[in-house]
C-alpha cells in the first residue's frame, strides 16, 4: 500500500549517515549508475517530450477515441482520441518533476531545520524537534492527505502536502549528522580559532551532510511519487487535463471495458519508475551499510 | 456575484457527489404576488404509476429478493439526526410519501391526497385519501398532515418555498380526511411543489428520525446498517398498487464503475445511475440489460454577463452567441454520453412543457456563423487560434458541477477553441471546491446540472433567473423577463405556466444566450435480464420501486 | 526501564497536543468556509445571508478566538468529547465508533496476512542469500512495493471479480474482506519481508552466530536456535510499523471498496472540511501510532541483550 513510512527505510537511514560518510564504496557508485542509467533515460525523455512526443497531450480528435495501439499511435488514444504515448511522456515530467521538487525543498527545509536545531541546540532544537516528533506522530499519507484536502485541489497544493510529511525525516537525520560532527576535532579546531557559527556549518558541517541528503533524497523518491500519485488519484491532485499518472488512472478506470489498456499504461509507468527508485535506493543501501556488508552465511 | 445555492444545486441534480450538501432541498422562493383563482387538476387514479406489462409474458416472483446497488449512502445525513427530514437518498417517495405525486410524465397525481383546490384567495384545500395505513399500522388522518407540516415549519425542515410562504399554523384540519394549506404569502404553486419526497406524510407524533422509518410508502424499512446496506419489505398493507417483489436488499456502493462490476460479477440484480459509457458493454453482454428514463436533468451552461473584470466578457451577446452556436450538441451527447442522452435544446424536460416546448428553438451548430459574429465584435483570429481583441485574448474561465466529466469539459473546451475561444477549464473535484470557484466570481461559464423534481413547469427559469430570488438567479436578465416569471408564478391554468416557461426558456435560450443547454442527461438503470424496471422515473427523488419486478425463469 | 517507560508515556501526551495544534493551525489557514456549509445546510430559504453565516460561526464555535477553540477541544478530549462533526452532526465519538469495527477487522486480517507471509518470505531471503531465490524475493518484493495501491486493487478486483466472479466487487461482508485485506496487506508484505531478511542477516553477522557456526553448527540450525528468536525483535518492529501502513492504506482501500471504516470517514471529512471529525481522527491515528510504537520500543528494550547488557 502506498505509504511515506518504509520501515526498511527507517531502519537503515538511522545506520546510514555515518557509513554514508564514510564509506562511498565503489559498488555504491556501480548500483547507482546501474540503475541511475534507466532513470536517467527516463528523466531525459521527460526533459525533451516535446520533441518526442508525436502530438501534444491535449490534443483531442473525437473522431479517434479509444483507437487501438498502431505505429501511429503506440499507445493508441484515450477517451478524448488524445495520444496516450504522449500523455504517459508528459506524465512522467508531471510525476518526475512534481517528486523531485516536493523530495528537494522537503529535503532543504530539513536539511536548514537540521542544522538549526542541531547547531544551535538548546530551546530552539527542543521546540524545532517537538514540532517534528508531533508531524512524525501520524503516518505520513495521513498527514499529506488532511493537508493535500483541507488545502484544496491544485499542483502546489499537492506539492506542499507531501513536503509538509518529508521535511520532517530529513531534518531528524540532518540533525544527528550534525551533533556528531560537531564533536569532531576539527569542528573544535575551527570554533576555537574563532570561526562564526555560520562560517563553521558552511565550511565543514554543510559539505559533510549534503552528500549523504542527497542519497536520503534518493531513497525517498518512490514513496513521493507513490504518494503524490494516490493522493492525484483520490482528486486531490492536478487540474484537467493535467496528463498525471495518478489521475489517468482514476479516470481510466470509466473505460475499463473498452479500453483496459489505458489503466494499464499509467499504472506500469508508474510501477517501472518506482521499481528503479526503489533499486537504485535499495542498492544504495546495501552498499552503503556496513552493517548488512558483514554476512557470514550465504 | 451573489452567493451559490450548492443545497439548491444537490436538489436540483437529485444525486450529489458529497453528501454533505444532501442534508436538505429546497424548492423555489418565490413571493408570488396573487390574486387569481386556480383550479388545479384533480385526479382520480387508483395509485402512483402503476406498472405497465413486461415485454414478454413472464411470471413474477412474488417472493423476489431484489438486491440493489445504490450509490453513496446519505441517509445519515439526510434522515437522522437533527437535520432529519422525510428525504433519504436511495429510499426516496417509497417509504415516506408525499400528499401528491409527480409521475414520470411530470403530471400531477393524487397520492395521499386524492384531490385538491384553491379556495380563493389563497388557500389549498386537499381532500385525503382514506383507508391509508401507516408502516406502525396507524390510519392516516388529517391530524398527520397537520402534525407534519407543523414540525417541519418548527424544525425549519422545509422545502423551499413552499416552507416559506407557509406561517407557524398554515396548515390546518377541517375535518378528519380535509386539510387546508393557507399561506401567509398567497403561493399558486403550492401543489406542485409539494411532491418532493421531503413533503411528505408522517403519523401523527412520530418524529422524521424515528427508527425505523414510519411512512406510508409501498416499502417499509427492516433493518439498516449506515453505509453499507438499506433493506426493504415490501409493506402488505399499501394503499396503491404494490410493488411485486418481497424484498430490495439495497448495498451502497458510491463509486460508477464498481456498481457495474457488481452487476457484472454477479453480486448484485440492479444498479442504480450507471455512467453512460458502461450502456454499450452491459447490453452487449448476455443477461444483462439497461432500462433508461428519459431525460430529466440538463446539463447547462449558464453564461455569466454581469461578471467584473477579467470576467466581463460574458456581457457581449457576441461572444455569448459564439459559444451557444459553437457547440455540436449532437456530437457532445454521442462522445460525452456514448449516445445515451438528448441534445441540449431546453433548461427543462420537454413533457412539463406540454405543447409549448417547440416555442424554443435548437441553437444551431454554426461555428461559420459563431465567427462571423465574433469577427464583427471586434474579435480577430490570432496565429495560435485564439481572437484576440486590442491586444486582450478572448479566453474565458468554465466551471463546473462536481458531477461533470472531464470528457464534457474537453469536449465543449476544443468545440469553443474551434471557433477561436479559450476556454480554461476550472473542474472542481467537489462541491466545496466548486461552491469556492462559484462564489469568488472568477469565472465566465458555469456548467451545472440540474434536474426537475418539482412539478411547476417554471421551477428553474424562475428560480435561477428571476430577480425576486436574491439567492439564486444571480443571472438574472431584467425586468422583460422577471414579466414572465411573474405570469408564470400567478398563472391560474397548467398552458399559462407551461407557456410563460416555454417564453422564458426561448428569452434565456435563443434571444439573449444566457442559457446555452448542452445536454439532456437521462437516467440509466442496469439490471439482469430477471429483473425489469417498467416506470423508469426522469427524477430521482421521485422514483417509486414499485414497477421492479424479479421474473422467475 | 520504569522510568524510560513513563518518561515515553509523558511524552506522548504533548505530542499529540502538538500534533493537533498543527492540525488546527492548518484548518486555520485553509481555504474554505465550514460555516457557510453548515449555513446552507440549516437554511429554510436557500439563501444564505452575512448573518446566517455569522450564526453558523457561532453555532460551531468557529468565532471563537483560535486559542480558545484549542483549549475547549483539548478541555473535551480530556473527558472524552470530541465535539460534533459538522456535517453529520452527531458527535465525532460516535462516527468513530461506527466506524471502527470495519477498519479494526480489515487491519487485523491484512496484519495477520502480513505476518504470515512477510517473516517465512523473510527468513527464506536471508538464508538463501546470494541465490536466485533471494533475487527473485527481493525483485518481486520490490516490484510489489512499487506498485501503487489503488492500481493492484483495480487489477485484483478486475481479476477476481469482474472476470473470474469469486469475490464481491465491494461492500463489506465477509467474501468481500478478502480483496480489500490483500490489496492492504501487499505493501507491508513485500516491506516486512525486505526488513525481515535485513534484520536476519545483521544477527546472523553477530558475534554469537558466528560462533555457533564456528562450533559447527548446520546454517538451518543456526536459524532456528539463535538467529530467528534474534531476529524475532525485528518481527515485533514490523508489527510496529505495520499500523502505519495500514493506516495509510486503509483511506484508498476502504474508499475502492466501499468498506465503511475509519479511513473513508476520514477522506470525507477531509474533502468535507469537517473540522471535529478531522481533529478526532488525527488524535486517534496519533495514539495509536504512538502507543504502538512505544510498545514496540519498550519490548525492544527487553527482549534484546544488548541493550539490557548497555543500560547496566
Known amino acids: 500500500m502506498t505509504t511515506l513510512d518504509d520501515p526498511a527505510s527507517n531502519v537503515s537511514s538511522d545506520a546510514a549517515p555515518p557509513g554514508l560518510v564514510r564509506n562511498r564504496s565503489p559498488v555504491a557508485y556501480r548500483t547507482l549508475a546501474l540503475w541511475g542509467v534507466p532513470i536517467g533515460v527516463i528523466a531525459l525523455a521527460a526533459l525533451f517530450a516535446p520533441l518526442l512526443a508525436p502530438a501534444a497531450p491535449d490534443a483531442t480528435n473525437f473522431s479517434q477515441r479509444f483507437a487501438a495501439p498502431s505505429l501511429h499511435h503506440l499507445f493508441g488514444t484515450d477517451e478524448l482520441g488524445r495520444d496516450e504515448f504522449t500523455r504517459i511522456l508528459y506524465g512522467t515530467r508531471i510525476s518526475l518533476g512534481l517528486t523531485l521538487l516536493a523530495a528537494v525543498s522537503a529535503s532543504v527545509i530539513g536539511l536548514v531545520v537540521g542544522l538549526v536545531a542541531g547547531f544551535v541546540g538548546g530551546v530552539v532544537d527542543q521546540v524545532l524537534m517537538r514540532i517534528v516528533d508531533a508531524l512524525l506522530a501520524l503516518p505520513g499519507f495521513i498527514l499529506a492527505l488532511a493537508v493535500a484536502g483541507l488545502l484544496g485541489p491544485g499542483l502546489i497544493h499537492l506539492v506542499l502536502a507531501v513536503i509538509a510529511v518529508w521535511w520532517t525525516g530529513y531534518a531528524r537525520v540532518v540533525r544527528s549528522m550534525v551533533l556528531s560532527i560537531r564533536q569532531r576535532p576539527y569542528v573544535d579546531a575551527a570554533r576555537a580559532t574563532g570561526s562564526s557559527g555560520t562560517r563553521i556549518i558552511i565550511r565543514h558541517v554543510l559539505p559533510n551532510v549534503a552528500g549523504p541528503s542527497v542519497v536520503l533524497v534518493m531513497l525517498e523518491m518512490a514513496h513521493i511519487l507513490l504518494a503524490l500519485a494516490a493522493l492525484s488519484f483520490l482528486g486531490l491532485g492536478v487540474p484537467q487535463p493535467t496528463p498525471e499518472w495518478g489521475a489517468m488512472i482514476a479516470d481510466a478506470r470509466a473505460y475499463l471495458d473498452q479500453a483496459p489498456q489505458l489503466l494499464a499504461y499509467p499504472g506500469a509507468a508508474i510501477t517501472l519508475v518506482a521499481l528503479l527508485c526503489n533499486l537504485a535506493g535499495d542498492g544504495l543501501r546495501d552498499a552503503l551499510d556496513p552493517r548488512v556488508q558483514r554476512h557470514v552465511l550465504s | ?553 | 526501564m520504569g522510568r524510560y517507560a513513563l518518561r515515553r508515556v509523558l511524552v506522548i501526551v504533548p505530542t499529540l497536543l502538538m500534533l493537533v495544534l498543527a492540525i488546527m493551525i492548518l484548518e486555520a489557514l485553509a481555504p474554505g468556509d465550514p460555516a457557510e456549509q453548515f449555513a446552507r445546510l440549516h437554511s429554510t430559504t436557500g439563501q444564505v445571508t452575512n448573518a446566517d453565516v455569522a450564526r453558523a460561526r457561532h453555532e460551531l464555535g468557529l468565532d471563537r478566538p483560535f486559542v480558545a477553540q484549542y483549549v475547549s477541544w483539548v478541555e473535551g478530549a480530556v473527558h472524552g468529547d470530541l465535539g460534533q462533526s459538522f456535517t453529520l452532526e452527531k458527535p465525532v465519538v460516535f462516527e468513530i465508533d461506527n466506524h471502527f469495527v470495519a477498519t479494526a477487522e480489515l487491519a487485523a486480517v491484512a496484519m495477520i496476512l502480513t505476518v504470515l507471509l512477510a517473516v517465512p518470505l523473510g527468513v527464506v531471503a536471508a538464508v538463501r542469500r546470494g541465490t536466485l531465490v533471494d533475487h527473485v524475493l527481493r525483485v518481486g518484493s520490490l516490484v510489489v512495493a512499487s506498485l501503487p495501491g489503488f492500481f493492484l486493487a483495480y487489477l485484483l478486483i478486475e481479476i477476481f471479480a469482474t472476470r473470474l466472479h469469486l469475490l464481491p466487487v465491494a461492500g463489506r461482508s465477509t467474501a468481500g474482506l478478502v480483496l480489500p485485506a490483500v490489496s492492504l496487506a501487499a505493501g507491508g508484505i513485500a516491506t516486512a519481508s525486505r526488513l525481515m531478511r535485513a534484520s536476519l542477516l545483521e544477527v546472523m553477522g553477530e558475534d554469537y552466530i558466528r560462533t555457533a557456526r564456528a562450533k559447527g553448527l548446520t546454517v538451518s540450525q543456526v536459524v532456528r536456535r539463535h538467529a530467528l528468536p534474534g531476529a524475532s525483535l525485528p518481527v515485533i518492529t514490523v508489527f510496529g510499523t505495520l499500523l502505519g501502513y495500514l493506516l495509510a492504506g486503509s483511506v484508498i482501500v476502504e474508499t475502492i471498496f466501499a468498506w465503511p471504516g475509519l479511513g473513508q470517514l476520514f477522506e470525507q471529512a477531509v474533502t468535507q472540511r469537517d473540522y471535529p471529525t478531522i481533529e478526532g481522527l488525527v488524535a486517534l491515528a496519533g495514539t495509536a501510532f504512538l502507543l504502538l510504537n512505544l510498545g514496540v520500543d519498550l519490548a525492544y528494550r527487553l527482549l534484546d541483550p544488548r541493550i539490557r547488557l548497555a543500560e547496566r
Not at chain 2, 418565490?30 to 404509476?49: Q, R
Not at chain 2, 473542474?427 to 466570481?441: E, H, L, M, R
Open chain 2, 1 to 553: 456575484m451573489n452567493e451559490p445555492e450548492p443545497l439548491l444545486r444537490g436538489y436540483l441534480s437529485g444525486a450529489m457527489s458529497r453528501r454533505a450538501f444532501f442534508a436538505k432541498a429546497l424548492a423555489l422562493g418565490i413571493s408570488a404576488p396573487s390574486a387569481a383563482a386556480l383550479l388545479a387538476a384533480c385526479g382520480t387514479s387508483s395509485g402512483p404509476a402503476s406498472a405497465p406489462a413486461p415485454t414478454r409474458a413472464r411470471t413474477a416472483d412474488l417472493q423476489a429478493i431484489i438486491r440493489m446497488a445504490a450509490g453513496e449512502d446519505q441517509w445519515p445525513v439526510q434522515g437522522t439526526g437533527a437535520k432529519s427530514t422525510t428525504f433519504a437518498y436511495p429510499l426516496n417517495v417509497n417509504v415516506y410519501e408525499p400528499l401528491i405525486y409527480l409521475a414520470s410524465d411530470f403530471r400531477l397525481q393524487p397520492g395521499l391526497a386524492l384531490s385538491w383546490e384553491l379556495i380563493p384567495p389563497s388557500t389549498w384545500r386537499f381532500h385525503l385519501r382514506q383507508g391509508v395505513k401507516f408502516h406502525d399500522g396507524s390510519a392516516m388522518t388529517a391530524d398527520d398532515v397537520v402534525w407534519t407540516w407543523g414540525k417541519r415549519q418548527h424544525l425549519g425542515k422545509t422545502l423551499g418555498t413552499v416552507s416559506s410562504t407557509l406561517g407557524p399554523n398554515s396548515v390546518r384540519k377541517v375535518d378528519d380526511f380535509t386539510v387546508d394549506f393557507v399561506p401567509v404569502i398567497p403561493n399558486l404553486r403550492l401543489p406542485e411543489q409539494i411532491v418532493h419526497p421531503e413533503g411528505a406524510i408522517v403519523p401523527n407524533g412520530k418524529n422524521f428520525d424515528s427508527s425505523p422509518p414510519v411512512g406510508s410508502g409501498p416499502f417499509q424499512v427492516v433493518s439498516y446498517t449506515p453505509n453499507q446496506s438499506v433493506t426493504l419489505n415490501r409493506f402488505e398493507q399499501y394503499w396503491g398498487t404494490k410493488p411485486s417483489a418481497h424484498q430490495m436488499a439495497i448495498r451502497f456502493l458510491s463509486d460508477d464503475q464498481t456498481r457495474v462490476q457488481a452487476l457484472q460479477s454477479g453480486q448484485v440484480d440492479f444498479v442504480l445511475d450507471i455512467p453512460p459509457q458502461s450502456v454499450a458493454t452491459v447490453k452487449n453482454t448476455r443477461g444483462f440489460h439497461v432500462v433508461s428514463a428519459k431525460a430529466g436533468e440538463n446539463q447547462l451552461i449558464y453564461i455569466d454577463k454581469k461578471g467584473n473584470k477579467p470576467h466581463d466578457l460574458g456581457a457581449e451577446i457576441a461572444v455569448r452567441q459564439a459559444v451557444s452556436m459553437s457547440i455540436d450538441r449532437n456530437a457532445y451527447v454521442s462522445t460525452a454520453f456514448d449516445g445515451n442522452a438528448d441534445p441540449g435544446r431546453l433548461m427543462a424536460p420537454a413533457a412539463i412543457l406540454g405543447p409549448y416546448a417547440n416555442l424554443v428553438a435548437p441553437v444551431p451548430h454554426d461555428p461559420q456563423k459563431a465567427g462571423q459574429v465574433l469577427d464583427a465584435a471586434g474579435w480577430k483570429m490570432g496565429a495560435n487560434g485564439i481572437r484576440t481583441r486590442g491586444g486582450r485574448t478572448l479566453s474565458l474561465d468554465l466551471i463546473g458541477w462536481a458531477a461533470v466529466t472531464p470528457l464534457s469539459f474537453q469536449f465543449l473546451q476544443s468545440e469553443m477553441k474551434q471557433v477561436g475561444i479559450q476556454a480554461n477549464i476550472m473542474a472542481a473535484a467537489d462541491t466545496p471546491t466548486y461552491n469556492n470557484y462559484y462564489k469568488s466570481g472568477a469565472f465566465d461559464l458555469d456548467l451545472e446540472i440540474p434536474n426537475q423534481n418539482d412539478g411547476n413547469p417554471a421551477f428553474l427559469p424562475v428560480l435561477r433567473m428571476y430577480s425576486k430570488n436574491p439567492g439564486t438567479a444571480d443571472f438574472a436578465p431584467g425586468t422583460a423577463f422577471d414579466q414572465l416569471a411573474v405570469t408564470a408564478l400567478d398563472a391560474t391554468t397548467v398552458g399559462a405556466v407551461q407557456q410563460a416557461s416555454a417564453q422564458m426558456q426561448q428569452m434565456l435560450i435563443n434571444q439573449d444566450y444566457i442559457v446555452v443547454p448542452v445536454a439532456g442527461v437521462r437516467r440509466l438503470y442496469a439490471m439482469i435480464s430477471q429483473v425489469n424496471l417498467s416506470d423508469p422515473h426522469p427524477s430521482q427523488t421521485n422514483q417509486l420501486w414499485t414497477s421492479l419486478v424479479k421474473y422467475t425463469t
